[in-house]
């Protein structure tokens, strides 16, 4: 018994190839000449016997799949009892007319190639596509009945099994599987389709919230998704059974699951919060059409869903099958299978599977280049209190990666000492004093660095004070909450309005704030601080709004407690959890890379959402944390703090990173 596949180096081909090398006969593989390097390296990863498996050079594009009178001899005859037709695009992504040339187009080509082969029946991979969006049960003798077939995918493939449903010259069985997704056992698949162009936003949510966090999801249509390994072995086992000619087999899940069910599966592989509370999409669909389509093309909601998708890097057309309509009986492929064993697992018990494959190996975040080096290599980068702390272990990591870093600072010494440290390490760095405090110095700072330069990639706005210092102990002291506004904002703000017009000019530019936690977190003793912080948030937050489409981005960090100069005089700080400069550089790191609007912790996201839905509850916890946490010995100009009690350690403890 011989075989013909087309599509065999395909993901589901080559599975059905690694079955059908378990039965009798040889296997003749259809491969572009261009594909032959491709075949060979596929069969011997697969581990084929050569002598069976055959590639046959021929294009799925030409009449007859460009095969020559020889071939055509070689395998005619009727040697060839099956011929597996798999080659198709499939990708909802594709353009209409590539996808009609070759899912059209190369099934007739096939079905003319099979006829002069005389082959003994055609198999056909179809979808359940061909259903387009039928609203109801879809049966397996159901085909004229297909509606909403908008969709150039959805049509090709109707169109494309129309074909063989037309065919007279030879037998022929057509197959229907779900939307196919990896190998149940090893999660394999070789691209992004279906479900996984999810996973992007799952990780996203999972890097800002943790597990256990309920979040509001939504609902839809049920969505049947079926392994790879299922669909290989159900059409090599129908394929070889008698009487079957003519048929049309769904190779479904008889059991799908919703598509928030199956969000909340996958989130569940992948330690994602779960949408505990899911909204049913189809709700909006008594907005009559016209309405929903001038919402929908309002240039303010359309920018703002296509930043969206293209941040989680989801197909606009993805979204229309959210609200899929369609159910699928699929009597005649258990019939088929009956005795076999081959059935659908369920999707809990290899979700994992395929969340792990894909983090591993199709993660878009993967073919990033994620190194500092590829970020800010040759290019000029100021980072504001660039002597010691956070800006000095900043500025070290990106000279250490090529970048012309400029350090600015108030101590000379300190300042001059850093700079030439890095520059004995082989980096390229520049140092300029400046009192930021001071808006003629920063005027002064900004003209200096353009003249030399002439002009600033990426500017670290480090430079700050804080004060710890409770209400009570500050009517007498405006002159805290002048000073931390003075540096904090004004100061922050004047280096920005002074690059910002050459960036604008260069249409490239990306500002990096040090906030805190404080300003998510609200924490008392800290309002002059706090409110200057908060202050540059505002700021940042108006200004993306005007710039980031003239490619201006803005990266605010609310940074956990870090044990710098700072906080020295908090005595108390010495016992509780703090981060390391190091450790908050590679903050700034992340935000140079990614170009994030905003990085903070899961613990300062959460307090702040907490103050947003409970903020009576949330102001309990702030008022304990003020009794608990009292005035240093430097705010009420008195001797030594006293030690930290065991209540105040296990209470920072548990709000780790918050200024108390």
């Known amino acids: 018994m011989s ?97 009609r040339a070759a899912n059209v187009d190369g099934t007739q080509h096939a079905l003319d190639l099979a006829a002069a082969l005389k082959a003994g029946c055609f198999h056909h991979a179809s979808s359940i596509a061909a259903a387009g969006m039928y609203p109801g049960v879809f049966r397996e003798d159901m085909f004229d009945e297909a509606e909403g077939l908008n969709n150039p995918y959805l049509r090709t493939k109707h169109d494309s099994e129309g074909l063989v449903r037309a065919e007279k010259r030879i037998k022929w069985r057509i197959y229907r599987p779900g939307m196919v997704v990896g190998h149940s056992q090893t999660g394999e698949i070789d691209k992004i389709d279906g479900p996984y162009y999810f996973f992007t936003f799952l990780k996203k949510l999972r890097q800002m919230l943790p597990q256990w966090m309920p979040t509001l999801g939504i609902e839809g249509g049920r969505i049947n998704l079926v392994p790879v390994d299922f669909v290989a072995a159900a059409m090599d086992h129908i394929a070889h059974k008698p009487r079957l000619d003519g048929h049309c087999f769904h190779l479904t899940d008889p059991e799908p699951m919703r598509a928030g069910e199956v969000l909340n599966t996958f989130a569940r592989a992948g330690h994602a919060p779960e949408m505990t509370m899911r909204i049913d999409a189809r709700m909006f669909a008594f907005l009559p059409g016209g309405v929903r389509a001038a919402v929908g093309n309002l240039p303010p909601v359309r920018r703002f869903v296509g930043m969206l998708l293209r941040d989680f890097r989801i197909p606009k057309d993805v ?69 010691s702390g956070i800006g000095l272990s900043t500025a070290q990591k990106v000279a250490a990666a090529g970048a012309i870093t400029v350090i600015v600072a108030r101590r000379e010494d300190e300042l001059f000492a850093a700079r030439d440290a890095m520059i004995a390490a082989g980096g390229k760095v520049f140092a300029y004093t400046a009192d930021l405090a001071d808006m003629a110095d920063c005027d002064r700072l900004v003209a200096t660095v353009l003249e030399k330069h002439g002009h600033v990639d990426v500017l670290v706005n480090n430079a700050g004070r804080s004060i710890r210092r409770s209400i009570a102990l500050s009517f007498d002291r405006f002159h805290d909450f002048e000073r931390t506004m003075q540096l904090n904002y004004f100061g922050s703000l004047r280096l920005i309005m002074g690059f910002m017009p050459k960036m604008l000019e260069r249409r490239k530019g990306h500002i990096i704030n040090i906030s805190s936690i404080g300003v998510l977190a609200n924490s008392p003793r800290f309002s002059a601080y706090v409110a200057s912080k908060a202050a540059l948030d505002a700021f940042s937050r108006c200004a993306q709004g005007e710039l980031s489409g003239k490619n201006i981005a803005f990266t605010t960090i609310n940074m956990p407690l870090v044990k710098t100069p700072m906080i020295a005089p908090t005595k108390m700080y010495d016992s509780v959890p703090t981060l390391t400069p190091d450790e908050a550089a590679d903050l700034v790191v992340k935000g140079i890379i990614e170009r994030p609007s905003r990085i903070a912790t899961r613990l300062g996201i959460f307090s702040a959402l907490i103050n947003a839905v409970a903020p009576k509850a949330y102001e309990v916890v702030m008022s304990t944390a003020f009794e608990l946490f009292p005035d240093s010995s430097a705010a009420k100009g008195e001797g030594k703090d006293a030690a930290p009690s065991q209540e105040q350690i296990a209470f920072a403890a548990l709000m780790r990173g918050v200024h108390w």
Not at 49 to 57: G, I, N, S, T, Y
Not at 328 to 349: C, M, Q, Y
Not at 353 to 361: A, P
Request: charged share 25%; hydrophobic share 40%; net charge positive.
């Open 319 to 387: 979204l229309g099958f959210i609200t899929y309509p369609t159910r699928f009986d699929n009597r005649e492929a258990e019939r088929a299978l009956k005795g076999s064993g081959i059935a659908v697992p369920p999707l809990e018990s290899y979700a994992w599977r395929l969340w792990d494959y894909w983090e591993r190996h199709l993660d878009p975040d993967l073919f990033i280049d994620h190194s500092l080096k590829g970020k800010v290599r040759g290019k000029v980068v100021v980072i504001t209190g660039g002597s």
């Open 3 to 99: 075989y013909f596949v087309t599509g065999g180096t395909g993901f589901i081909g080559r599975h059905l190839i690694d079955l059908l090398l378990q039965r009798k006969g040889s296997i003749h593989v259809l491969v572009r000449k261009e594909s032959m390097k491709k075949f060979n390296a596929l069969a011997k990863k697969q581990g084929w016997d050569p002598k069976r498996v055959l590639a046959v050079a021929g294009d799925m594009t030409a009449p007859r799949c460009g095969l020559t009178a020889a071939q055509l001899r070689s395998l005619g005859g009727g040697k060839i009892k099956h011929f597996f037709h798999l080659a198709a695009i499939y990708d909802m992504a594709a353009d209409a007319e590539s996808q």
